[in-house]
């Protein structure tokens, strides 16, 4: 096993000599804002030198897809698992990249243990506090200096601006997101901290955020920026809705990152919507049209959607900070199992052997 590490090391090593003599994504976008993907634990731990190649070659900053969620990091109380935490953070400074922490408090992925009370009675206010005190101070506290910002509170709205009924809110109140940005900030007081959400381009969430952002100001808390979860679809949002959020974002004083960035082209089930992991369909074939690969005027379609996002993002650069892509080839992509499992998506900017698609010298030539 030791043995296998080692050679594992190595080869990361070599892929990145070789990747730093071929320009990528970072060496023209990264002059404006830091390009991001989120890496799953194969690609830091040597198992996926293909993904680990394009990693080092393109991006200049990374995110966790799944291993720094709470129930991954702290599955039982006061038990935490940091080996791939720790591999993360130790790939990404090896390879010279800045880290974005994900995420600190949520609804979702979030252990059993953590939203039951005693006696199988709902948690009380307090227990709860403790608990989330505990786990921020656990989690930011391990990687204190080491990671440059982190998303604090994911998708605590809903589309209409309503706050979200989670465990979080009904134990604490709305005050629990105060109280989860007071404890980031505590923890690490150098870190950049962010509000992250879906559907932010929906005017109700728009401008829930906005007063989200007055409020944490209002009560002393360090908020630095807004993430705009980015799953797109081919007609959808509108691009006027997003550039309208970009800029009242800008205009309450919060820097903007494009956060888990693809772009869905299959066919949605009936009711499906918005960003929720909890949506689940049923497998049918009319759901899954590109078994074999994308025909060329679908294709074609999504390059100029492409193009389309990366235009918005080259106009407001100067108060973009981070552009993420959810994944680093279309294998990787969660689309391929949600809402449906079993399909195979197109999703993102390389394709599922890591081969970069035409799109991306598109968007690189935008930039120079």
């Given at each position: ?34 390009v ?10 040597g ?10 070659q ?14 991954e990091?702290?599955?039982h ?14 790939f990404?400074?090896?390879n ?14 979030m ?53 979200r ?41 728009r ?19 807004v993430?705009?979860?980015s ?14 959020s ?90 391929n ?8 998506a ?13 799109v ?9």
């Amino acid at each position: 096993m030791r043995q296998r590490h080692i050679l594992a090391a190595v080869l990361l090593l070599s892929l990145t000599v070789q990747a730093v003599a071929k320009k990528g994504l970072k060496d023209v976008l990264g002059r404006y804002f830091d390009v991001s993907v989120a890496v799953n634990t194969d690609q830091v731990n040597g198992l996926n030198p293909a993904a680990a190649k394009v990693i080092c070659q393109h991006f200049n900053n990374v995110v966790a897809e799944n291993c720094m969620k709470a129930e991954e990091i702290q599955p039982h109380e006061g038990q935490f698992y940091w080996n791939d935490a720790d591999a993360f953070v130790s790939f990404a400074e090896r390879n010279g990249m800045t880290i974005h922490g994900h995420c600190l408090v949520w609804h979702s992925q979030m252990p059993q243990w953590m939203k039951e009370g005693k006696g199988g009675k709902k948690p009380t206010r307090e227990e709860m506090i403790n608990r989330m005190r505990n786990h921020i101070y656990a989690v930011v506290g391990r990687y204190k200096g080491r990671i440059k910002s982190w998303d604090v509170v994911n998708e605590a709205l809903e589309d209409d601006g309503r706050m979200r009924q989670t465990p979080w809110f009904e134990a604490i109140g709305p005050e629990y997101i105060v109280l989860a940005f007071k404890f980031a900030h505590e923890a690490d007081p150098d870190a950049e901290l962010y509000y992250n959400d879906y559907s932010m381009f929906k005017p109700g969430r728009r401008n829930s955020v906005c007063n989200l952002v007055r409020l944490l100001r209002d009560r002393g808390c360090r908020i630095d920026g807004v993430g705009m979860q980015s799953h797109n679809g081919l007609d959808w949002p509108e691009t006027e809705e997003l550039e309208a959020s970009i800029k009242a974002f800008i205009g309450v004083g919060m820097k903007v990152s494009i956060t888990e960035l693809d772009l869905n082209m299959l066919p949605a089930p009936e009711n499906f919507g918005g960003a929720s992991v909890e949506q689940n369909f049923e497998y049918n074939k009319a759901l899954n049209p590109y078994t074999n690969g994308v025909p060329k005027d679908v294709q074609r379609l999504m390059d100029e959607r492409w193009t389309e996002f990366f235009r918005i993002y080259n106009k407001y650069r100067d108060n973009i900070v981070r552009v993420c892509l959810w994944g680093v080839g279309d294998g990787d992509s969660w689309h391929n199992d949600w809402p449906v499992k079993g399909r195979t998506a197109y999703p993102l900017l390389f394709d599922r052997r890591y081969k970069a698609k035409p799109v991306v010298k598109k968007i690189m030539k935008m930039f120079k």
